[in-house]
């Protein structure tokens, strides 16, 4: 088993920044890769970025060159830097990881909302 907690979520004004995280514990050393999803009520859940753990990323067309994903897989965790914010992009952003026998956990989710 594998827990994600994310943090980092919050209120801004359209253009600015926020920095999610998102710490993994329990059976960490399964994990190979870990991402970042968003949802919005009454839609499915959508891709954001993913990141291995050697390295390739994997950006969202909707948010590339605005959203930056990095990975600590020493400290179990993995980042998203959102800078350029719309408010198209307000959702509950979900942590999850991926783990050898196809397992994929999420976490709880943090709620990130752009005002116009």
């Known amino acids: 088993q594998v827990q994600l907690v994310e943090s980092g979520g919050g209120l801004v004004q359209a253009g600015g920044s926020l920095r999610l995280s998102c710490a993994a514990s329990g059976r960490t050393f399964t994990i190979y890769v870990m991402g970042w999803y968003r949802q919005v009520p009454g839609k499915e859940r959508e891709f954001v970025a993913t990141i291995s753990k050697d390295g390739r990323e994997i950006i969202a067309d909707s948010v590339k060159g605005r959203f930056t994903i990095s990975g600590d897989f020493k400290k179990d965790s993995v980042y998203l830097q959102m800078d350029s914010l719309k408010p198209e992009d307000t959702a509950v952003y979900f942590c999850?990881?991926?783990?050898?026998?196809?397992?994929?956990?999420w976490g709880q989710g943090t709620q990130v909302t752009v005002s116009s």
């Open positions: 999850n990881s991926l783990v050898y026998g196809a397992d994929s956990y």
